[in-house]
């Protein structure tokens, strides 16, 4: 998934719309862009859109970001959205692996009561939206095969910190949030998932988003959330495999294969060992 696009959960315009901009999935916010009176009504307009779309060929993933673990809020949100078959949930405020345990052990239920197959339903954590999420980072992996990906955020983790701001001067992350950036990205390759980069709430800025997709394209990243229609093309180009990119991996590929059991190769004048292979079958792999 290279886009992942945040729709209010209480907002069948937007979940309308959010269906047209080319997003690889969108995500039915029932947690912070609901205020709580409205959860009960934001429930039923993201399980009623569930329902509309589950069988729509051509769809965007659908996934629903839950109310975190702590806020007693989430098994009226499980139980409103698991009868309409969402792809994955999106899980605020994950403290490491147990909270994706416990959150897969809730869905194993409704899953069994709804006639879906046990484990199909895939969680996305937001890891390091707490300090305590940060230095749980380490149990991701391994925690959960219902695990799609690794993602993070900052706003949260900036009220727990009580940093006064999370970027510098000059837009980029400060340090603390480039820690829990870089950590979110070794917690993924750790667990051989996705690493989603977080949204940039600038949705005006559309150049400093360019931007900062190509760095996390650079470091490791394969998507990133939005936040508004208009960025999603952006990091939709951003995380599309070029296609000299995708030459150069079929390339090394190709090398290796002619000479099976060789460690390393020669391609055009550059040498290329077991991590480049490694890297050219990830990208490919990508793209199916
Ligand atoms: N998904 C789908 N459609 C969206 C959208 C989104 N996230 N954000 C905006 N749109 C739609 C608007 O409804 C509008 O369409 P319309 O004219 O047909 O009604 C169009 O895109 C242009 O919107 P714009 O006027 O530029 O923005 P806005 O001021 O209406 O909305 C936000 C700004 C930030 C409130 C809005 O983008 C939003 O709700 N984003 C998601 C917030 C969220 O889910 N946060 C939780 C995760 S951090
Ligand atoms: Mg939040």
Not at 93 to 104: F, T, Y
Not at 177 to 196: C, S
Not at 206 to 218: F, I, M, N, Q, S
Not at 249 to 275: H, L, N, T, W, Y
Request: negative net charge.
């Amino acid at each position: 998934m290279r886009s992942l696009l945040f729709v209010p959960g209480d907002s069948p315009r937007k979940q309308e719309k959010g269906l047209e901009v080319g997003a690889d999935a969108l995500i039915l916010d029932l947690e912070d862009s609901v205020a709580l009176a409205e959860k009960p009504r934001a429930r039923e307009v993201s399980a009623a859109f569930l329902a509309r779309m589950r069988d729509q060929a051509g769809r965007p993933k659908l996934y629903v970001r839950v109310n975190a673990l702590e806020t007693g809020l989430t098994e009226d949100d499980l139980a409103a959205v698991l009868p309409h078959a969402p792809d994955g949930i999106m899980l605020p405020k994950a403290e490491g692996g147990v909270s994706v345990m416990h959150l897969g052990a809730r869905l194993a239920v409704h899953e069994a009561e709804h006639g879906l197959a046990d484990g199909v339903t895939r969680i996305l954590p937001i890891a390091t939206e707490t300090a305590r999420a940060v230095f749980a980072l380490p149990t991701l992996p391994g925690a959960s095969p219902r695990l799609s990906g690794v993602t993070w955020g900052a706003e949260d983790l900036s009220a727990d910190l009580g940093a006064e701001t999370n970027r510098g001067e000059d837009g980029a992350w400060s340090a603390p949030f480039q820690l829990a950036r870089n950590l979110t990205l070794m917690a993924a390759a750790a667990a051989e998932v996705d690493a989603i980069d977080t949204i940039n709430a600038h949705f005006r800025d559309l150049d400093g988003l360019a931007r900062e997709c190509r760095e996390a394209r650079r470091d490791g990243f394969v998507g990133k959330m939005a936040i508004h229609p208009a960025q999603v093309a952006v990091i939709n180009e951003a995380f599309t495999p070029t296609g000299a990119a995708l030459a150069q991996a079929r390339k090394v590929v190709a090398a290796f294969a002619q000479s099976p059991g060789v460690g390393v190769v020669g391609i055009d004048g550059e040498m290329f060992d077991r991590p480049h292979l490694r890297r050219a079958e990830r990208l490919l792999a990508r793209v199916g």
